[in-house]
Nanobody, 115 residues
Framework: QVQLVESGGGSVQPGGSLRLSCAAS????????MGWYRQAPGKQRELVAT???????NYADSVKGRFTISRDNAKKTVYLQMNSLKPEDTAVYFC?????????WGQGTQVTVSS
């Protein structure tokens, strides 16, 4: 199993930016997909963005053009740069590591967008 620790959440005004980090306990070089998901109160967890070992990315339509996912294998860390934040981005953000034999989740970090 891989332990994942998210950080970087907080409160920000609409239009602001945050960068989330997800630090893994082991090398992520061979972990096929690293991703970010979020869950708002009363809603199901949803995909935000994923990135593969080859650098291919996938984004939810609601965040395209505003969020950017990246991975630094040397630092065993995945990032989510969030710009132009909206109140509807308010949620707990979770990091996920997935391969054929792995499906690990972090504990989540709260992001609140409010004026």
């Amino acid at each position: 199993q891989v332990q994942l620790v998210e950080s970087g959440g907080g409160s920000v005004q609409p239009g602001g930016s945050l960068r989330l980090s997800c630090a893994a306990s082991v090398s992520i070089f061979s972990i096929y997909v690293m991703g970010w998901y979020r869950q708002a109160p009363g809603k199901q967890r949803e995909l935000v963005a994923t990135i593969t070992t080859g650098g291919n990315t996938n984004y939810a339509d609601s965040v395209k053009g505003r969020f950017t996912i990246s991975r630094d294998n040397a630092k065993k860390t995945v990032y989510l740069q969030m710009n132009s934040l909206k109140p509807e981005d308010t949620a707990v953000y979770f990091c996920n590591a997935r391969s054929s034999t792995l499906d690990s989740w972090g504990q989540g970090t709260q992001v609140t967008v409010s004026s």
